[in-house]
């Protein structure tokens, strides 16, 4: 699966990226698409915060508008690529930014020619750029294919003999064995319990006391007693303490 996700508030605008990407995905790859339609900066920020997986952002820009939302967005979801659709009057000076500079541009008013030439552009870079690099784990279901950032990844459960992959908000299901599955992962992905593999990079403390792990956002994970004294020296030497 593919996420989109279309800043616009111009319906017709909206309504024509959004069969566009249709039309490119399924004639260049032929995965599942999903596309969100959010109306402005405000709902661009709660995408942004909350982590939403977004493969692709098509972001409407205007003559003096504000960046903010676009860095933060850029930062928290680094792994998306963007396309910028604005006015060709607005000088380039406003957007090609260190930290907000976009993958593709459309100028309005969009036309079917020119938004396909450059979709198609940018969704290839997307796919071959996702096809070679190590920084995404490919999750495969009998229904459907996602690419998952590991920045984006929690922990890996093994529970009601399937693999269960978290997010910050969603959780997906696949068939694996957690040895299989550990001898692939990077390494800031280590076994903390006979049925957990976490992120250390999402990890704030230890709870010694309990035998957990607290990672960021309210998340949480076990930790067996034969695994805590890693963790434990692993946050003293990041400065962290247990």
């Not at 930014?97 to 969704?123: K, M, T, V």
């Not at 190590?134 to 529970?159: C, G, N, Q, V």
Request: glycine share 4%; net charge negative.
């Amino acid at each position: 699966m593919i996420a989109a996700l279309v800043c616009d508030r111009n319906r017709e605008e909206r309504e024509l990226l959004n069969q566009d990407c249709r039309k490119q995905i399924a004639e260049l790859c032929g995965e599942d698409l999903h596309i969100d339609n959010i109306p402005d900066d405000a709902a661009l920020v709660h995408a942004a915060n909350q982590e939403k997986l977004v493969h692709l952002l098509y972001y409407r820009f205007s003559k003096g508008q504000s960046v903010w939302a676009l860095r933060l967005f850029r930062k928290n979801c680094a792994d998306a690529m963007v396309m910028l659709i604005t006015e060709p009057s607005v000088s380039p000076l406003e957007y090609l930014r260190p930290g907000i500079a976009p993958d593709a541009l459309a100028f309005c008013p969009l036309e079917a020619g020119q938004l396909s030439e450059s979709n198609s552009e940018l969704i290839s870079s997307f796919l071959e750029r996702f096809q070679e690099s190590e920084e995404r784990f490919l999750l495969a279901t009998r229904d459907e294919k996602i690419l998952l950032p590991w920045s984006h990844i929690y922990y890996f459960e093994a529970r009601d003999k399937k693999i269960f992959v978290r997010t910050r908000h969603e959780e997906y299901a696949f068939y694996d064995t957690m040895d299989k599955l550990e001898s692939c992962l990077p390494d800031t992905f280590r076994r903390c319990h006979r049925s957990y593999i976490v992120n250390t990079s999402k990890i704030l403390r230890v709870v010694s006391g309990e035998n957990y792990l607290e990672l960021a956002n309210g998340i949480g994970a076990p930790l067996s007693r034969g695994y805590r004294p890693y963790f434990q020296d692993m946050l003293k030497k990041s400065g962290d303490g247990a």
